[in-house]
């Protein structure tokens, strides 16, 4: 805020300065340093010199300096977008995002989470999964839930997220036809699944090809898992492994419009038998 001459804008509850509003930064719960609550700025500032008791505060001595480069004119208060540094005037939600959300390193796992050309419901469950945030049955008992703690895939280990992302001997014989398709060792170790999807240093295509097969069979052991748990409904894994080699043939096709040459090079990899 361009505060002119500071005659429409409260001194204590406006934000017109870097500080936000001054009562809440000064943290002033009943007194507002001996003036009048809604004084304006104007009221304060009298021919330059402002109409406040000494400071006793750090954060008071700050405002001081602050107000030494205030000046009041004749013109109008005004208000800009000024979110990093430089006035606009165009308002942009994306970012304000960016401007006030905590910023955090890049993870390393990262690249083979949030990939481009995904599938979106298959990027938040392997987000989750590798979080180690999903509802497995260990994670369950841990919360005090009684339940059966056997893997409903396998019926022979407990349930837990390594044992589900690949060391299940179901799990695998559902992984290993996409990898042989995505020509990709069909890694069994959770710790060593994402680390080496995470560094993929392979051709454009292939990189791509490889992660939608990876993450697509965690989205469908996922699926299988619940389905026998919540409805009683049981697949084989041959199935499973043909239902979602179709399902990334559909995902190749629905971007050959967007990048032919993509998804030719794609198509003739996972078509190759």
Partial sequence: MFVGNGRNTRFWTDNWSPFGRLNLFLNLRSSTLGTRPNSMISDLCNDGVWSLPSPRSEDQLALHAYLTIVTLTDSEETVVWSPLGKVT????????????????????????????RGIPKHNFLTWLVNLNRCPTKDRMINWGLQTNPTCVLCNSFLETRDHLFFDCNFSYFVWNPLARKARVPAIRP???????????SSPKHLRLLSLLAWQAAIYTLWTERNSRIHKNEFRSADSLSTSTIALIKNRISSFRYSSPALS???MQIWLDD
Wanted: hydrophobic fraction near 45%; charge should be positive.
């Fill in 190 to 200: 959770w710790d060593q699944s994402i680390s080496y999807m995470q560094s993929l």
């Fill in 264 to 266: 030719s090079a794609m």
């Fill in 89 to 116: 005037d165009r308002y942009s939600t994306c970012m304000i995002y960016k401007f006030i959300r905590d910023h955090k390193p890049v993870v390393p796992w990262s690249p083979a989470v949030w990939i481009a």
